[in-house]
């Protein structure tokens, strides 16, 4: 029979990681102590003066239509935002504010992207992109990162990507799922490359505001005016300031494309959600000791998971440098035996050590990178320890 769906409905792949998602929830309500490192979600409140904030602007009547891009006090808070942290000069009607960074990604893709054209995506990358970009009718086209270079790409490689179809790269630091950074030597390099070869940049940072080790982040858009003019920035409230559910992200572009995205915006959602809008004025605008604290509570926790993951035989583990993510090699597992099957690839490994060891980590083959996995310790430091201590055990008096 003929499918119903869309053509573009069939090809997109729903999230991987929800299946194991799903069975620690069936687990943990048959009252089995599931240790979570799966998830890309702070484990922190939201601020409490941003919490406030929005009771107040509900209060005050803020429940009605905005602007579809977003108010202007919000946009300018933006545009004081980046030049203040990044360098970057915006006027507030290059900046469209949207439910989420996923959401300004997708307005992006929208904007930019003919049937046909390819994108350029260095992997490991957090999986929504390339299903993002197909659903826009564009092509991923992937550059495999690797290990020896904290999986961040060359100008070499960039440049061998590159085709007559190629419209953007797509660049995410600090990367999900691998925690690394890149430096400013490294990103000028890529502008160059962008540069020289005409093609634009969509730089996803949202989380500019983890890094760790004394790393700086830096904006590609920020490395001259040539590579401000091709660049898009990509940025949101989730990670820095615990905003995950109130869904708030912006993108900062040239006026044409943020003419089109507020247009594409304002036919498929309008508005971002009006008081929520307010409260994102108020964490901008507000103190900012809660995000260092909770940066502060992140480095503590990714340093002894670190340590505690070098400790266990088999898994080599190098300290990220930003996001909260880390992204051990597991390959000294595969091949071997526990529980009586052979742990064939990552995926085997993640729903081993579910059923297991009771710990819940992701596949790095989710993000295109087998052989690795991914956690997040965007978790309490106590079950960090617990789960890591189950990981040590599960291999080393299980597996042989
Ligand atoms: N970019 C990356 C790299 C992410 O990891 C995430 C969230 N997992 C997002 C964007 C989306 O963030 P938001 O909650 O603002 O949509």
Redesign the pocket.
Known sequence: MVSRLSLRAQQVEGSKTLELTMKAREMRKQGIDICIFGS??PDFNTPQHICKSAYKAIEQGVTKYTPAGGISELRHAISDKLLEDNGLQYKPNQIIVSS????S?SNIFFALINPGDEVIIPIPA?L?YWEQVKLAGGVPVFIKGKEDDDFKISPYELESAITAKTKFLLL?SP??PTGSVYTREELEKLAEVCVNRDIMVVS?E??EKLVYDGEEHVSIASLGQEIFDRTIV?N????AYAM?GW???YAAAPLEIAKAMDDIQSQMTSNPTSFVQIASITALKGSQEPVREMREEYNRRRIRMVEMLQEIPRVVCSMPKGAFYVFPNIQGLLGKKAMGETISNDEVLSRMLLEHANILVVPGSSFKTENFIRLSYATDMETIEKGMTRFLDFVTNHVS
Do not use: C, P, Q
């Open positions: 890309g979600e989420g960074a996923k959401h990604l957090w929504s995410n990367v999900n996803d949202i989380y990509v949101g409230f989730s990670k995950t869904r708030m992200g």
